[in-house]
C-alpha cells in the first residue's frame, strides 16, 4: 500500500515536470529579442530547468504532506476565521485605534513625505474599496468598470475647475452627482442582466470611457491629458510659498512657516474624512431600509420579488451611491495629482479595486482597509519588479477564490438577526 | 470604386471574423459546459499567439518548406496552448465547481492578469514584429481607381478556419466524446452516473477551446505581423461578444458571431470611424445582451429556484 502510493506519487511529479516543462519551456526559455528590427530567440534553459525541478518537487512534496493526510485541514481558513472572531469581538475598539493612528499619523517622527504619500493613495483606494462594496460586498452585483465612474468624477472635476474656476467645494459635489448620473445612465439597462454578463458589461462599459476620453479631443485633450488642475485651498486659503499682494495664504493667515508639507497633510486630511463619511454612511445605510433590501437581493432575488422589492430601482441605488463615491474618489485623485490622462483609469485600476473588495471579504468594511493596506503595501515594496508584483496580485486572487471564497474576512452574518424570546 | 471598397472591407471582415470566430468557439464551449465565462481565454490566445511567433522565428533558421513549416507551427501551437488551458482549469476553476457563482469569473480574471504578467515578465513588454510569413497576393478591379486586394494569407486564414471548424463539428456532433459534453452540459450529475468522467470530459473541452485559440493566434501574428502581452484583452472581449451574439453555448452561434463581430468592426472603422472602433464591439456587445441576451442561435435561460 505504502509502496503503490510512493509509485503513484513519483509518477505523478514526473508528470507534473513534463507539463511544467510543456508551459514553461517556450515562453521562459525562448526570450525573444528584437535585434537590428529581426527577431531572435535568447534560450534561457537554466531557469527553466529550475522551475521544472521545482514543480516536480513541490507536487511530490505536497502529494506526500497534504494529500496524504485523511483530514484537510485549510490553514487559511483558520487563521481568517481567528481573525474574523478577533475582529467581532474587539471591532470597535480596533476601529477606533485605527482612527486614532490615521488622525496623528502625519504627526509621527517617522513620517515623511513618501509615507504620506503612500498613505493618501492606500486612503483613495480605501475609499473606492468602500464604495465598490456598496456595489459588490452589498448588493452583489459585479462591477469590473468601476474606475469608469473614477475617471467622470475626476473628468468633470477637472474641467469645471479649470474651465470655471470653481473651487474645490463646489465641484465635489457635482463631481459626484455626475458619476451617479453616469451609474443610472449605465445601470438602467443592464442592471436585469445576470451576474456574470453583468461583469462584462460593466468592463465594456469602463473601457468605452477610456476609449471615449482618449478620442474626445476637443473636451478631454486626449492622449496629453489635462494640466494646470487647480490645487485644493484651505477654504479660501491657498498653499503658495510666496502669496501675491494682498493675498492671504495658508502660513501668513495662521503666522507660521511656510512648508510644502502643509498641502500634503491638508490633503491627507481630506482623504481622510472622505473615506471616514464614505464608511459612516454605508454603515448607516446598512441598516436602513434599502441596506436590508440590498443585502436580500444579493441572497435571494426572486424571493426579493416575491415580497415586492423592485429589483431593478434596489440595484440602482446601489449603483449610483457606489458610482458617486467613486466619483468623490476621483475628484479627490484629480485635485492631488493636478493633471490627469485617460493612463490613470485603465482596467487594471478596476480589477485592483475589485481584488481589495474580494480579498478583503465582500462586505467587510474592515477587510477593505487590511486588503487595501496588503495589497497596495506589497505593490508599493515590490515597486520595481513590475510584473512579478501582477502575478503575485492575480495569483493570490485565484488562490483567495480557492481558500477563502467569501474573502479573508468572511463575515456574513445578517445585519439584523431576532433575539431569542426568553418566555418558551 | 464604391464596390471596389465596400468588396475590400468585406474582404477584411472575413479574415478577422474567422480569427474572432475561432477565439469565441472556446468561450461558447467552456460557457456551455460548465456555465461560466472563461475569462482568462483571451490571454490563453495570446499565449498561442507567442509560441507561434516563437515558432515561426526558429524555422526561419532551418530550411524546410513553408507549408510544412505551417503545418508544424500550428501542430506547436496547439499542442502547448493546449497545455496552458488544460493548466489553467486545474488550477483556478476546478477548486471552485460548487462554489457560489461569481468566484469562478474573479478567479478567471486573476489567472489573466497572472497570464499577461507573466508573458511580460517571460517575454518583455515590447511589442514583436513578425517578417511576414505568406506574401503575395490576387489583386482585382485595378480600373475602378481602388486596388482590391486579396492576399495569399487571408485565403489560407479562412481556409484553415473552414477545416478546422468542419473537422471540429464533426467532432461534436457524430463522436462519442462530443455526445459526452452535450451531456455534461445538460445535466453533469447524470452524465457521471452514465459512467462518463465528467472532469476529464472538462478538460477536454478547455483543451480544445484552447488549441482553437492558439490556431487564432498563429492568423492574429501572420496577419498583423504584430503582438504584445496585451492583445488578449481586447481580442477576448470581442471575441466574447462574438459568442453571445451567435447565442453562448451554441458552436455553429460562435463561428456565425465571429463573423458578424468581424464584419461589423471592419465596416465600422472603413466607414464611420477608425478611433472608435473598439467602441463597436462594445456597444453590440450591451445591445446584443440588453435586447437579446440569447443571441441568434442560443437557447432561452431559464432562472430556477
Not at chain 1, 486614532?100 to 475609499?127: E, G, K
Not at chain 1, 485600476?349 to 478583503?360: C, F, K, P, T
Not at chain 2, 506574401?135 to 495569399?152: A, C, I, K, N, R
Not at chain 2, 459568442?243 to 458571431?257: K, T, Y
Amino acid at each position: 500500500m505504502e509502496k503503490k502510493f510512493f509509485q503513484t506519487s513519483i509518477k505523478d511529479s514526473l508528470f507534473t515536470g513534463l507539463i511544467a516543462l510543456a508551459l514553461f519551456g517556450p515562453i521562459v526559455g525562448l526570450r525573444t529579442v528584437a535585434k537590428n528590427e529581426v527577431l531572435e530567440v535568447h534560450p534561457k534553459w537554466l531557469i527553466v530547468l529550475i522551475i521544472v525541478i521545482v514543480c516536480a518537487v513541490g507536487r511530490f512534496l505536497t502529494n506526500l504532506y497534504v494529500y496524504n493526510r485523511d483530514q484537510k485541514t485549510g490553514i487559511q481558513s483558520s487563521i481568517g476565521k481567528s481573525i474574523s472572531n478577533f475582529l467581532d469581538t474587539k471591532g470597535y475598539q480596533i476601529a477606533l485605534t485605527a482612527i486614532i493612528f490615521s488622525v496623528i499619523f502625519p504627526f509621527l517622527p517617522f513620517t515623511d513625505r513618501y509615507l504620506m504619500d503612500i498613505a493618501i493613495m492606500m486612503l483613495t483606494y480605501i475609499m473606492l474599496g468602500w464604495g465598490l462594496n456598496i456595489v459588490i460586498g452589498l448588493a452583489g452585483l459585479l462591477d469590473l468598470g468601476y474606475v469608469a465612474f473614477y475617471a467622470v468624477g475626476a473628468y468633470s472635476y477637472a474641467l469645471f475647475a479649470i474651465h470655471f474656476g470653481w473651487s474645490f467645494w463646489i465641484c465635489l459635489p457635482i463631481a459626484g452627482i455626475f458619476a451617479a448620473m453616469f451609474g443610472v445612465l449605465l445601470g438602467f439597462p443592464v442592471l436585469r442582466l445576470r451576474g456574470d454578463y453583468l461583469a462584462i458589461v460593466t468592463l465594456a462599459f469602463g473601457e468605452m470611457i477610456r476609449i471615449l476620453l482618449l478620442n474626445w479631443y476637443q473636451l478631454t485633450k486626449g492622449p496629453d491629458g489635462l494640466t494646470g488642475i487647480p490645487r485644493p485651498s484651505f477654504f479660501g486659503l491657498p498653499f503658495k510659498s510666496f502669496p501675491d499682494e494682498g493675498e492671504q495664504t495658508f502660513h501668513t493667515f495662521f503666522g507660521v512657516e511656510y512648508d510644502p508639507m502643509q498641502r500634503i497633510i491638508f490633503l491627507y486630511y481630506l482623504i481622510l474624512v472622505l473615506a471616514l463619511i464614505t464608511n459612516l454612511f454605508t454603515i448607516k445605510i446598512r441598516r436602513l431600509p434599502i441596506g436590508r433590501a440590498w443585502e436580500a437581493l444579493r441572497e435571494d432575488e426572486i424571493a426579493c420579488k416575491s415580497l415586492g422589492v423592485n429589483p431593478r430601482n434596489t440595484k440602482l441605488t446601489a449603483f449610483a451611491i457606489g458610482a458617486m463615491f467613486g466619483g468623490f474618489a476621483g475628484s479627490f485623485f484629480a485635485t492631488r495629482q493636478a493633471f490627469i490622462s485617460p493612463e490613470s483609469f485603465t482596467f487594471i485600476e478596476s480589477a485592483i479595486i475589485v481584488a481589495i473588495v474580494v480579498l478583503g471579504g465582500m462586505g467587510s468594511q474592515t477587510g477593505v482597509v487590511l486588503a487595501t493596506v496588503f495589497l497596495i503595501g506589497l505593490i508599493e515594496v515590490f515597486r520595481d519588479f513590475e510584473s512579478y508584483r501582477m502575478i503575485a496580485f492575480g495569483g493570490a486572487m485565484v488562490l483567495i477564490m480557492i481558500f477563502r471564497p467569501r474573502g479573508i474576512l468572511a463575515t456574513r452574518k445578517p445585519t439584523i438577526t431576532l433575539e431569542k424570546s426568553s418566555s418558551k | 470604386m464604391d464596390t471596389a471598397y465596400f468588396l475590400q472591407q468585406l474582404i477584411n471582415g472575413v479574415t478577422l471574423g474567422s480569427v474572432y470566430g475561432l477565439i469565441a468557439i472556446g468561450y461558447t464551449m467552456v460557457y456551455g459546459i460548465i456555465g461560466m465565462i472563461n475569462f482568462a481565454h483571451g490571454d490563453i490566445f495570446m499565449v498561442g499567439a507567442f509560441i507561434a511567433l516563437i515558432s515561426f522565428i526558429l524555422f526561419a533558421l532551418t530550411s524546410i518548406a513553408l507549408p510544412i513549416v505551417l503545418l508544424l507551427t500550428l501542430l506547436i501551437a496547439m499542442v502547448f496552448t493546449a497545455c496552458y488551458g488544460w493548466t489553467v482549469e486545474k488550477l483556478a476553476y476546478k477548486p471552485l465547481r460548487k462554489s457560489f457563482r461569481l468566484a469562478p469569473l474573479i478567479s478567471a480574471l486573476g489567472m489573466s492578469i497572472v497570464l499577461q504578467n507573466y508573458v511580460q515578465a517571460a517575454q518583455g513588454a515590447r511589442i514583436k514584429t513578425l517578417q511576414p510569413v505568406i506574401q503575395g497576393g490576387f489583386t482585382f478591379m485595378e480600373d475602378t481607381g481602388f486596388t482590391v486586394s486579396l492576399s495569399y494569407l487571408q485565403i489560407f486564414i479562412v481556409l484553415v478556419t473552414i477545416v478546422l471548424m468542419a473537422i471540429f463539428t464533426l467532432l461534436i456532433t457524430k463522436t462519442a466524446l462530443g455526445r459526452a459534453q452535450r451531456a455534461c452540459e445538460q445535466d453533469r450529475t447524470m452524465t457521471a452516473l452514465m459512467g462518463i468522467n465528467v472532469d476529464r470530459t472538462i478538460s477536454i473541452t478547455f483543451i480544445i477551446g484552447s488549441s482553437l485559440a492558439s490556431v487564432a493566434g498563429m492568423m492574429f501574428v501572420m496577419y498583423y505581423g504584430v503582438i504584445d502581452f496585451y492583445i488578449g484583452f481586447l481580442a477576448g472581449i470581442k471575441a466574447f461578444t462574438a459568442a453571445v451574439l451567435g447565442g453562448i453555448g451554441s458552436v455553429p452561434g460562435a463561428m456565425l458571431g465571429g463573423l458578424l463581430i468581424g464584419l461589423i468592426e471592419v465596416f465600422w472603422s472603413g466607414y464611420i470611424s477608425i478611433e472608435y472602433k473598439d467602441i463597436a464591439a462594445f456597444t453590440v456587445l450591451v445591445v446584443v445582451l440588453i435586447f437579446f441576451p440569447t443571441g441568434f442561435l442560443g437557447k432561452p435561460d431559464i432562472e430556477k429556484v
